[in-house]
């Protein structure tokens, strides 16, 4: 996840649904975007990540940003996708 001003744009007529039958599931999503938000990453660092494969000699066919993200991607190679 990188922090962005997307989901802020996206979501900035939210807070109309509140009082309605949303406004529960509204509320979790809110809840659970912060949560998302403190292990977003900068965008700069998916910058370094595109100069790093416009500069390579033979660049990978797949680059990780943020690092963190790589046990995501190692996992999605060793887990199945059904079951």
Do not use: H, W
């Amino acid at each position: 996840m990188i922090r962005t001003n997307f989901e802020a744009t996206a979501v900035a007529n939210l807070k109309a649904l509140a009082s309605t039958a949303y406004g529960p599931a509204i509320a979790k999503y809110e809840e659970m975007s912060k949560q998302a938000d403190r292990f977003a990453g900068e965008p700069i660092v998916v910058a370094k990540a595109i100069a790093r494969a416009v500069e390579a000699r033979r660049p990978a066919a797949r680059y990780v940003a943020p690092r963190f993200n790589s046990f995501a991607v190692a996992m999605s190679a060793l887990l199945p996708t059904r079951v």
